[in-house]
């Protein structure tokens, strides 16, 4: 007797997360009794540690389960795409190697397209989880009640993803439509593009009930504290500009656009730019939680140039006020590591040396610093091989005097004027 056919594939890419895969592939064992032909693909981007081990140990507990090596790292995106493309099911998810699935409302969506063929792609918001408090972080968007949109209705699904800041990452895809619409893209985020080219061959759905869960921290998080969702959603902004623009565009191109007028170029961009302005607010906060104070600098910078009201515009000032002095030491951490033939960091000359070493300790313990006098800096043998930190201009120039370097030698002044907060 035949195995009946593939119903779900779950696509996992990885690299060098062997214990994340292996707590996911233990939470799938939800699979060997739910009553489907599921499917678990494992991509491994060349991992250099145990990935490929734990991967096949693990994977013999599952009737249908792959475990593909690429012969080198070919990179996130091209992985990702690989491992989508490699689906046997008739849906496929992608399932990042640590996150979760919610198996009953997935099973049930699932059964819902196989009853209604013209569903191409569904989605909904995914709940975000701190396996460190064991806290819940909410939803990362709002789905009111459940909805679709056809090839007709390409406008009201852009302004209806703008109005509520959706980012169709997470869904669930009919194989045999999205392998038709998928590429790599070079400039812009690929989920908005994949589903309005998906319009083609059906509709594409939204609803309340989650299926994913995205863990934001794990105990494991030192393997690979950023997670490539994380990075696109926080550091990739101009990417999902361009990805709005090109289905725009698309949008323009397809028929019946009610309530979305092509002509007026003005409004679409202004849309565009609301959506934007608040990713970027997320985006410093998240920045700000992983201790990156100049990506959250930066980001409540370009926030502070387009804010209008004055109740969000006190709070982005209020948290820029945090992250100055935090952004100011971490540029000192990564001058230090970025400098070529440097031995140590001394700070040199400043008030309270302590408190500086302190705060440079709390964002890297192993960095080596060495408190010095000035006649003790331009004295040391290693002088030529360090990175300084000090307070005053005459420090800085006694320090030249002495054979160092202008380019390895740090102001406070001048770590200030870089990241004053910007006037407006």
């Known amino acids: 007797m035949s195995s009946p056919p593939i119903l779900l594939s779950i696509c996992i890419p990885t690299y060098n997360r062997q214990e994340l895969l292996a707590a996911t592939l233990d939470h799938l064992r939800w699979t060997l009794d739910?009553?489907?032909?599921?499917?678990?693909?494992?991509?491994?981007?060349?991992?250099?540690?145990?990935?490929?081990?734990?991967?096949?140990?693990?994977?013999?507990?599952?009737?249908?389960?792959?475990?593909?090596?690429?012969?080198?790292?070919?990179?996130?995106?091209?992985?990702?795409?690989s491992v989508l493309r490699m689906a046997r099911g008739e849906f496929f998810v992608r399932l990042a190697d640590d996150d979760r699935l919610i198996p009953d409302a997935l099973l049930a969506e699932i059964d819902y397209m196989s009853q209604h063929p013209d569903i191409?792609?569904?989605?909904?918001?995914?709940?975000?989880?701190?396996?460190?408090?064991?806290?819940?972080?909410?939803?990362?968007?709002?789905i009111d009640e459940p909805v679709s949109f056809?090839?007709?209705?390409?406008?009201?699904?852009?302004?209806?993803?703008?109005?509520?800041?959706?980012?169709?990452?997470?869904?669930?895809?009919?194989?045999?439509?999205?392998?038709?619409?998928?590429?790599?893209?070079?400039l812009v985020t690929l989920p908005f593009v994949m589903d309005f080219r998906a319009l083609e061959y059906g509709r594409i759905r939204f609803h309340p009930t989650q299926f994913y869960v995205a863990v934001t921290r794990t105990p494991l998080n030192s393997l690979n504290d950023r997670k490539a969702g994380v990075m696109d959603i926080t550091s990739h902004l101009d990417r999902y500009r361009g990805a709005?623009?090109?289905?725009?565009?698309?949008?323009?191109?397809?028929?019946?656009?009610?309530?979305?007028?092509?002509?007026?170029?003005?409004?679409?961009?202004?849309?565009?730019?609301?959506?934007?302005?608040?990713?970027?607010?997320?985006?410093?906060?998240?920045?700000?939680?992983?201790?990156?104070?100049?990506?959250?600098?930066?980001?409540?910078?370009?926030?502070?140039?387009?804010?209008?009201?004055?109740?969000?515009?006190?709070?982005?000032?209020?948290?820029?006020?945090?992250?100055?002095?935090g952004a100011i030491y971490q540029s000192v951490v990564e001058q230090y590591h970025g400098l070529a033939a440097t031995e140590r960091l001394v700070v040199c000359e400043v008030g309270n040396p302590a408190t500086v070493v302190e705060s440079l300790y709390m964002l890297d313990s192993a960095i080596p610093v060495v408190v010095r006098s000035l006649e003790e800096a331009c004295q040391a043998e290693d002088r030529g091989s360090c990175l300084y930190l000090t307070a005053l201009d005459t420090v800085r120039d006694a320090l030249h005097g002495a054979g160092v370097e202008y380019g390895?030698?740090?102001?406070?002044?001048?770590?200030?004027?870089?990241?004053?907060?910007?006037?407006g």
């Open 120 to 142: 191409v792609a569904s989605h909904a918001s995914w709940r975000l989880w701190d396996d460190v408090s064991n806290s819940d972080g909410g939803l990362f968007y709002q």
């Open 34 to 81: 739910c009553g489907r032909a599921v499917e678990i693909v494992v991509s491994d981007n060349n991992s250099e540690d145990d990935t490929e081990r734990v991967a096949r140990e693990l994977g013999a507990q599952f009737p249908h389960f792959r475990y593909v090596r690429h012969k080198s790292n070919v990179g996130v995106m091209k992985n990702h795409i």
């Open 244 to 325: 709005l623009e090109m289905i725009a565009a698309l949008a323009m191109a397809n028929h019946g656009m009610t309530g979305f007028n092509p002509g007026n170029r003005a409004i679409v961009l202004e849309t565009i730019n609301n959506f934007i302005l608040k990713r970027a607010a997320v985006s410093a906060q998240i920045h700000r939680q992983l201790n990156d104070y100049i990506g959250a600098y930066e980001a409540l910078t370009r926030c502070l140039l387009w804010e209008e009201d004055p109740n969000m515009r006190a709070t982005l000032r209020h948290m820029e006020s945090e992250v100055v002095t």
């Open 408 to 423: 390895r030698i740090l102001t406070t002044s001048e770590l200030i004027r870089i990241f004053t907060p910007a006037s």
């Open 150 to 186: 056809g090839k007709e209705q390409s406008a009201e699904l852009f302004n209806f993803i703008l109005a509520r800041h959706i980012f169709p990452e997470q869904g669930i895809h009919r194989t045999a439509t999205y392998t038709r619409v998928m590429y790599e893209p070079h």
